[in-house]
C-alpha cells in the first residue's frame, strides 16, 4: 500500500509568499505527475492563528531566522508570519492538482508551538491522526514531497520511518530553504534507515 504525503505545498511557500522556499513553484508539474502512481495522497497544511509564536510580528527588536532558547534545551526559529488560518497564504495553489488528495491534515495550530513534522508538534504534545489514519489504512511504503526540505519534509519523513513506514523523500518533489542544511538532514535521514530517490 502506496501513500504519497505533499506536505505544505501552500502559497506562502511560493515565490512571491511570506516564506518563499527557492524554486518551490517548480516541484508541483512533478507532483501533480506522481499522484497516479500511488494508492491513497494526502496532504498537510501548515495553519497558524495569526499569533503564532513563531512568527517575527511577536518579537520586536528581533530579526527574521533568529534562534530563540526555549526551556528544557528547545530552540525556535524566528519566521516571517505565515501560512495565517483562512489567508491566501495558507491556501493551496490552484496549480497542484487536489482531486486526489483524499485527506488534509493541518499543523501548527497551537499558537505556543510549532509543528514541522505532520505528524506531531515539535513538542510531541500533540499528534495531527495522520499516523493512525495511515495505519488504518495499511500503508507500508510512504513517499514524501513538498516544501519546505530542510524543515517540514525532513521532520515529516523522520517521524514516518518512527511510525514503522518504508520511507522515502522524492528529491525532484522537494526544495529547502537551505541548501547546505539540507545536505545534513539528508545523512541524518539516510543513517535513521530512510531512503532518497
Ligand atoms: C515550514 C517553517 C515554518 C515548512 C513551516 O513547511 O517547512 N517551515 N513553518
Ligand atoms: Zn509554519
Redesign the pocket.
Known sequence: MKVLII??IQND?LPGGA?AVPGGDQVIPYINGIQGDYDLVVATQ?WHPSDHF?FISGHPGREVFDVLNLEGGQTQIL?PD?CVQGSLGAQLPGSLAQEAIHAIFRK?VNKEIDS?SGFFDNRRQASTGLGGYLTEKGATQVDVCG??AD??VFFTAMDALEQGFKTRILLEGTRAIDDQDFVQKQKQFLSAGGALS
Open positions: 506536505v505544505d511557500f516564506l501548515d513563531s519566521w505565515h501548527g514541522y516544501l519546505a524543515y517540514c
